[in-house]
C-alpha cells in the first residue's frame, strides 16, 4: 500500500504526516482482527535534500530541482509507505490525497514562514487554480484522488481524515474544493 500526501506548499502536509506517522505505527490490527502493516512515513523533500536527488538549483525560486527519475528510482521496492511533498503525487501510489488551503490562508502562513511576497503569491496562484489536484488526478484518476481543505482545520483533525484515507474509511472526493473565485 502506498499513500501519496501531496499539496501546495503551505497546505500542511509536513504537519499532518508528522502526527499520522506516530498513529501509523501504532495500529495494530483492523476490524477483522487481522494484523495491519504499519506505514512508514517519507518525507519526500527530506530524501531530495539528503541524498542530492535533484539535477540543478533554481536562484530566482530559492528551490532545488527535483530529478523525478531519481526519487521514483529510491522509491522502487519501498512499499507499505505514506509519501509526504508537493511532488507525491508523481509517483506511483495508490491512493492520492491532495490537501487544500484556502489561497488567502496559504499566502499568508508562507509568509510566515518566510517566503517571499512573490512566491507566496504563486503558490496562492496554483492553489486557485488546482495545479496539483488537476496533475494528480490526470496521472492518478478520480477514482484514486481524495482532498482535503485545510483552511480552518487543525493538523489533528488532518491526521485523523489522512488515517482514515490510509485505512480505506473514506471515499475519494476529488473536485469538491473550490477557490477560483480567489481569481477575480
Given at each position: 500500500m502506498r499513500v501519496a500526501v501531496t499539496g501546495t506548499p503551505?497546505?500542511?502536509?509536513?504537519?499532518?504526516?508528522?502526527?499520522l506517522e506516530s498513529r501509523l505505527a501504532n495500529s495494530e490490527s483492523d476490524d477483522e482482527g487481522e494484523a495491519t502493516p504499519a506505514?512508514?512515513?517519507?518525507?519526500?523533500?527530506?530524501?531530495?535534500?539528503?541524498?542530492?536527488l535533484y539535477t540543478e538549483v533554481d536562484a530566482d525560486r530559492d528551490s532545488k530541482i527535483a530529478d523525478l527519475e531519481a526519487l521514483a528510482e529510491w522509491l522502487d521496492?519501498?512499499?507499505?509507505?505514506?509519501?509526504?511533498?508537493h511532488l507525491a503525487h508523481h509517483f506511483d501510489a495508490d491512493r492520492i490525497v491532495?490537501?487544500?488551503?484556502?489561497?488567502?490562508?496559504?499566502?499568508?502562513?508562507?509568509?510566515?514562514?518566510?517566503?517571499?511576497?512573490?512566491?507566496?503569491?504563486?503558490?496562492a496562484e496554483s492553489e486557485a487554480l488546482?495545479?496539483?489536484?488537476?496533475?494528480?488526478?490526470?496521472?492518478?484518476?478520480?477514482?484514486?484522488?481524495?482532498?482535503?481543505?485545510t483552511t480552518d482545520?487543525?493538523?489533528?483533525a488532518v491526521a485523523d481524515d489522512l488515517a482514515a484515507v490510509a485505512a480505506g474509511e473514506?471515499?475519494?472526493s476529488a473536485g469538491e474544493v473550490d477557490f477560483?473565485?480567489?481569481?477575480t
Open positions: 503551505g497546505t500542511g502536509k509536513t504537519t499532518a504526516t508528522e502526527l506505514l512508514d512515513v517519507i518525507h519526500l523533500n527530506q530524501v531530495l535534500e539528503d541524498e542530492g521496492g519501498r512499499d507499505d509507505v505514506v509519501i509526504e511533498s491532495v490537501l487544500r488551503c484556502h489561497p488567502e490562508t496559504l499566502e499568508e502562513r508562507l509568509r510566515e514562514r518566510g517566503e517571499t511576497d512573490a512566491k507566496a503569491a504563486e503558490n488546482d495545479v496539483i489536484l488537476s496533475e494528480a488526478v490526470e496521472e492518478h484518476g478520480l477514482e484514486s484522488v481524495y482532498e482535503i481543505d482545520r487543525d493538523p489533528e473514506r471515499e475519494p477560483m473565485g480567489y481569481l
